[in-house]
């Protein structure tokens, strides 16, 4: 029995650091996610509008709602909040998310690729860059 008890030890050990390594592949890295959203600056930038919308403050903001830019009529209408959920599920496939929206990306297909795409908005949006200007 005492035996034993070493194999279980190492075992739960071996258990704690995959499941560890699945929560690191699920977490999203927002350094890798910087290096994803260089594709999205041909159309994309965090402080301003673009050929599509700036991306400071999208977490937590409503889709189709930043002043000034001009979305389409499926986009205003989804009545969605942008979180990690939502985020996920239009840049998987934002053709097939939004039918009708404006962004003719056919999206980020690798979930990891998306998870450190979230995860790289979300910091930068407390970056400097997205900070509003000192008067």
């Given at each position: 029995?005492?035996?034993?008890?070493?194999a279980?030890?190492?075992?739960?050990l071996?258990?704690?650091?995959?499941?560890?390594?699945?929560?690191?592949?699920?977490?999203?890295d927002?350094?890798a996610?910087?290096a994803?959203?260089?594709?999205?600056?041909?159309?994309?930038?965090l402080?301003y509008?673009?050929?599509?919308?700036?991306?400071?403050?999208?977490?937590?903001?409503?889709?189709?709602?930043?002043?000034?830019?001009?979305?389409?009529?499926?986009?205003?209408?989804?009545k969605?909040?942008?979180?990690?959920?939502?985020?996920d599920?239009?840049?998987?496939?934002?053709?097939?998310?939004v039918?009708?929206?404006?962004?003719?990306?056919?999206?980020?297909k690798d979930a990891?690729?998306?998870?450190?795409?979230?995860?790289?908005?979300?910091?930068?949006?407390h970056?400097?860059?997205?900070?509003?200007?000192?008067?």
């Amino acid at each position: 029995m005492t035996t034993a008890l070493p194999a279980l030890l190492a075992l739960a050990l071996g258990l704690a650091a995959g499941g560890a390594a699945a929560d690191a592949l699920r977490a999203g890295d927002p350094k890798a996610g910087e290096a994803v959203y260089a594709r999205c600056l041909a159309c994309h930038a965090l402080a301003y509008n673009r050929t599509g919308p700036k991306h400071c403050g999208l977490l937590g903001r409503r889709a189709g709602s930043v002043p000034g830019f001009n979305y389409s009529k499926a986009m205003q209408s989804t009545k969605w909040v942008w979180n990690p959920k939502t985020l996920d599920r239009f840049l998987a496939n934002p053709l097939k998310a939004v039918p009708g929206t404006s962004m003719g990306y056919d999206g980020v297909k690798d979930a990891q690729e998306r998870r450190d795409l979230i995860a790289y908005l979300e910091q930068a949006g407390h970056s400097e860059a997205c900070k509003p200007p000192r008067e």
